[in-house]
């Protein structure tokens, strides 16, 4: 399989980055223009990263064996992709805010997912490289995302700039698309196995039972002697 099961992930998360990077620095202007206040700006930007935070805590709460995490990102994705373009279209600042608490509450799901489907599907020995590759994003996210967004917005307005997330979205469905989905219950029935293999070899044997000892190289066997009761004794 190679390297196969990072390129899902990957563009995953370089697109989540993307849209995350590029509208952060441009969300507290935005919601002035919709009539926000220099406070509520500060606000309205602690509660995007509020939703965020809930993102990546939200699917924590899932069970291991959860078996529609591709499934997930692709909805998060379809999320994403609807919410931008209703953020373009909006015109007050209170819809505004829900719309973008949503994005960002997609953003930190997104991000979650792909690193559980990357350890997943990652051999033992290559998860530290694996996740050293998936880290690339966030820095090439902010490169893309801060250059592509402050353009649109110097160019067309503040409202391209989230129709432009919305075409970033499409990289989102496809990245989660083209993830490796691995079954956890393989693992856990493994590491079970193995479990049992290691408490039935440390079980201690039966000191009064009949032992031998052969010496190297030899098919002699001395005696050893037992310091168990006879039956008589016992």
Known sequence: ??????????????????????????????????????????????????????????PGLLP??????????????????????????????????????????????????????TGLAAPEQERGTAFGILGMTNGLGSLVGGFGAGWLADRFGFSAVFEGTAVVGLLIVAGALLSIESRVEQTVSGAGQGRRLLEGS??????CGPSQQSAPGSSFSWPRTSFCPSPTQR
């Open 1 to 58: 399989m190679g390297k196969a099961y990072l390129v899902g992930p990957f563009i995953c998360a370089f697109a989540t980055w993307t849209v995350g990077n590029g509208t952060v620095a441009l969300l507290p202007l935005y919601a002035i223009e919709r009539g926000a206040s220099a406070t509520g700006s500060g606000l309205f930007l602690a509660f995007a990263f509020g939703c965020l935070a809930l993102g990546t805590f939200a």
């Open 64 to 117: 291991k064996n959860f078996a529609h995490r591709r499934a997930l990102l692709v909805s998060s994705g379809i999320l994403e992709i609807l919410l931008s373009l209703l953020a373009s279209r909006t015109t007050t600042l209170l819809p505004f805010v829900a719309i973008s608490g949503g994005l960002y509450l997609s953003g930190g799901i997104l991000l979650t997912q792909t690193a559980v489907l």
């Open 202 to 207: 440390s079980r201690p044997r039966d000191a």
